[in-house]
């Protein structure tokens, strides 16, 4: 089953402007990572976040992990068309299983 | 970080038969994994690959109906057996494990197979 919802289920902006998506979960987790899904292809990495991590940024992405509310979120900033994809936060327990357990995804779309 | 190739891309098949998905790393990788993704859905484990032992699946799947093999550290097999239109899905093979600072979490993903079943 997944672990936890997302929300928005779908973003439009324009060109230029930050998307933030969110992410909750249930369970204890070791980490939290973000991946990127064109057109219903492979899933692209985007970042991992530890659990004793509060924020990490990776060019023009930044996430926020809150592990009192088991929430994270995503902010893409000075977004481009390119950046159209589905999104989705995904976590690995804390109990050393490597298996991802993936949430339920924002569509992000970008209007150039 | 790993290349991953899926065979078929996308296939047609017909109710009550059998599809054979392989995936083929570029390099030994210690975890390989299965996701289906329902249309319009996020991706569900299906089972984690076991080089040299059956495979772990998650509940909700069997190995009857998902057969898995993992002759070695580069490649899997998953069998999609007795269709029906409800297994139309995006099948992904994902590995983990990589070595490198940091990454040991982080999976990497073939392109997916698209099976509709008629």
């Known amino acids: 089953s997944q672990q936890g919802e997302e929300d928005p289920q779908a973003l439009s902006i324009q060109e230029g402007e930050n998307a933030t998506m969110n992410c909750s979960y249930k369970?204890?987790?070791?980490?939290l990572q973000w991946y990127r899904q064109n057109s219903g292809r492979g899933l692209v990495h985007l970042i991992l976040i530890r659990s004793n991590e509060r924020e990490k940024h990776s060019g023009r992405l930044r996430v926020t992990l809150d592990t009192s509310k088991k929430s994270s979120s995503l902010l893409i900033t000075a977004s481009r068309a390119a950046d159209t994809a589905s999104y989705f936060c995904?976590?690995?327990?804390?109990?050393?299983?490597?298996?991802?357990?993936f949430g339920s995804g924002t569509r992000l779309q970008v209007q150039p | 970080s790993a290349v991953i190739s899926q065979k078929p891309s996308r296939d047609i098949c017909q109710r009550g038969t059998s599809l054979t998905i392989q995936c083929q790393v570029d390099?030994?990788?210690?975890?390989m994994f299965w996701y289906r993704q329902q249309p319009g859905q996020s991706l569900t484990l299906i089972a984690t690959?076991?080089?040299?032992?059956?495979?772990?699946?998650e509940s909700g799947f069997v190995i009857d109906k998902f057969p898995i093999s993992r002759p070695n550290l580069t490649f899997s097999t998953l069998t999609v057996s007795n269709m029906s239109p409800e297994d139309s899905s995006i099948y992904l093979c994902s590995v983990g494990g990589i070595p490198g600072q940091g990454r040991r979490y982080e999976q990497y993903f073939g392109p997916g197979t698209r099976l509709t079943v008629t």
């Open positions: 369970t204890s987790i070791n980490n």
């Open positions: 995904a976590t690995a327990y804390d109990t050393g299983r490597r298996a991802l357990t």
């Open positions: 690959a076991n080089q040299g032992s059956e495979a772990t699946y």
């Open positions: 390099s030994q990788v210690t975890m």
